[in-house]
């Protein structure tokens, strides 16, 4: 009893800085930055190689918009200072696993991790990412226990944690919300782009050692200007339009 407990409070405190989770994974990536080579010792395979990392994250990220755009108000939100839920998710990706968020957030950080090139990393990042995320998850789960007791169980005693069951499958109770997507994403995507432009200038820095001690200005190629401009761009858009107007609010979402 007294172990559950303990594993519900850093569950708890955990979950409460999620949000620095990225920061730890940049201070982590610092020691390994310095190791990247360019695959095929050209800038051009580089950038193969980040698209295929790049669509790893995006692909992460598909999993958290799937997740976000069938699920109610309340149960798949942004909270960090306590859990919430009004209602057990039971349809659509939940009822494949009980995590699917978790299981978006690892690959969307993943990609990135991958970028490095560093088994090493990979490692560091598996191992972080289970112990982080182990925690809250045995914290939400006790949680939802507690608040809806026998219906909890019956779902999560024939629905995986991580790995999905797809012959579970059942329709989402909800329709698919796009807006939502918007509301709820556009930051997370927006997260992504910087984190993979800030790597690849860091790339660029120590693969390419003639431009000199003062190389930042000439770190900057094109593909720069329209991968993270672009990504700027929808950023700042999306955030006007939440923060001054009501056009990606949906009823009870």
Not at 42 to 68: K, M, P
Not at 97 to 115: A, C, T
Request: hydrophobic share 45%.
């Amino acid at each position: 009893m007294a172990l559950i407990e303990e594993f519900e409070n850093q569950g708890s405190t955990l979950f409460r800085y999620r949000s620095y989770v990225p920061l730890v994974i940049i201070l982590i990536s610092i020691f390994f930055l310095p190791d990247y080579k360019y695959p095929g010792y050209s800038y051009e395979s580089h950038l193969i190689y980040g698209a295929v990392c790049f669509g790893v994250s995006i692909f992460g990220l598909i999993i958290r918009c799937i997740t976000i755009g069938y699920a109610p108000g309340r149960t798949s939100g942004r909270n960090t200072k306590e859990q919430i839920a009004d209602v057990v998710n039971q349809t659509g990706i939940y009822s494949l696993i009980r995590h699917p968020l978790y299981v978006g957030n690892f690959f969307m950080f993943f990609g990135i991790v991958l970028f490095l090139m560093s088994l090493s990393m990979c490692i560091v990042f598996i191992l972080f990412y289970w112990f982080y995320y182990e925690r809250i998850m045995f914290t939400e789960e006790q949680f939802l226990r507690k608040k809806f007791g026998d219906e909890y169980l019956a779902w999560a005693n024939k629905t995986p944690a991580l790995i999905p069951n797809f012959k579970n499958y059942r329709s989402p109770s909800l329709s698919f919300s796009f807006r939502n997507i918007l509301k709820r994403e556009y930051a997370g995507l927006f997260g992504v782009v910087v984190f993979f432009t800030l790597y690849d200038l860091a790339m660029i820095y120590f693969n390419e050692p003639e431009l000199g001690l003062n190389a930042w200005p000439y770190l900057f190629k094109p593909v720069h200007a329209w991968f993270f401009g672009a990504g700027l761009i929808f950023y700042v858009i999306i955030r006007i339009i939440v923060k001054t107007t009501k056009l990606l609010e949906v009823e009870g979402r």
